[in-house]
């Protein structure tokens, strides 16, 4: 593949380190970078298939360096699709990482609950998702490969494997569906009756592009959810950025060791 060539591939190769997991860190999960041992970070600027940082100046670097026992790169900053209505925002970063030889993308996220019982702080292993804003990064593509199969987007021998090591590290994590809505805006009570209705525990702003991207290009994709706050409607509380970053902020560590144990665990062929 041309792409194994890229400048960003060969600058990730030239870094000394071959991960073959590549976590993508969202709201609340940036902890997990100081748990990295002999880390180095590039930032996206030196690497052309990634992104430029986007509004508020969020850091934009891959780290790479080990974790739970191997080799993996950490992505600090994405492109959301809320920016420029574009979903393809991360398309030419992750084919980079799969050139460089990274074979499965670990996605992580903040969300709001759509579940009574998944109260914030909580985490969620997404096991499906609901593309609601209906827009896709492969819009464009040609071939037959474009015709991507979804039916296990997020991979269900890895995602047994994370079960198995977030209870042997004793920390809860529930199951369920997520919805991607656009966004900037927060969603309003009745579209969130709506998305309980159509089966979503787990709602945000992220992700589905990613996994699709993802498993275009081969990857396996397995990802978590930490919820921030309780959708809209189902609490008096009022919804902000603000709120959201705040809670992810508190349950930050417990995320961090959650993907550490799931990083050391995972197993695939
Ligand atoms: N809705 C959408 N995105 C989010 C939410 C939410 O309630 N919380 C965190 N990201």
Redesign the pocket.
Same mark, same amino acid.
């Given at each position: 593949m041309s792409e194994a060539l890229s400048p960003s591939a060969a600058r990730l190769r030239a870094s000394g380190f071959a991960p073959r997991i590549a976590v993508l860190l969202g709201s609340g999960w940036g902890g997990l970078v100081d748990r990295l041992a002999g880390s180095i970070a590039i930032d996206y600027a030196e690497l052309p298939a990634f992104p430029a940082p986007g509004v508020g100046g969020h850091a934009a670097r891959v780290h790479l360096g080990r974790l739970g026992g191997r080799e993996v790169a950490l992505l600090a900053g994405r492109r959301h699709a809320y920016e420029d209505g574009r979903a393809d925002g991360m398309k030419a970063a992750l084919r980079c990482l799969a050139a460089a030889g990274v074979e499965v993308l670990v996605q992580t996220n903040? $969300? !709001?609950s759509l579940d009574p019982a998944l109260r914030p702080g909580e985490l969620m292993l997404i096991e499906d998702h609901l593309n609601v804003a209906q827009r896709s990064p492969l819009v464009g593509e040609s071939g037959d490969a474009r015709f991507v199969d979804l039916c296990a987007a997020y991979d269900p021998l890895l995602r047994e494997q994370a079960l198995a090591a977030a209870a042997a590290r004793g920390i809860a994590l529930a199951g369920g569906v997520y919805a991607w809505?656009l !966004?900037p805006q927060?969603?309003t009570p009745a579209e969130i009756r709506w998305l309980r209705g159509i089966g979503a525990r787990a709602? !945000?702003?992220s992700t589905v592009p990613e996994t699709i991207i993802a498993r275009h290009a081969g990857l396996r994709v397995l990802a978590f959810s930490l919820i /921030?706050?309780m $959708? $809209?409607g189902m609490e008096a509380q009022a919804?902000s950025h603000a709120h /959201?970053l705040a809670a992810a902020e508190r349950a930050g560590a417990r995320a961090a060791d959650l993907l550490e144990a799931v990083v050391a665990r995972l197993e695939w062929t």
């Open positions: 903040a $969300a !709001g809505v !966004g927060f969603e709602v !945000g702003m /921030t706050n $959708a $809209a919804l /959201t």
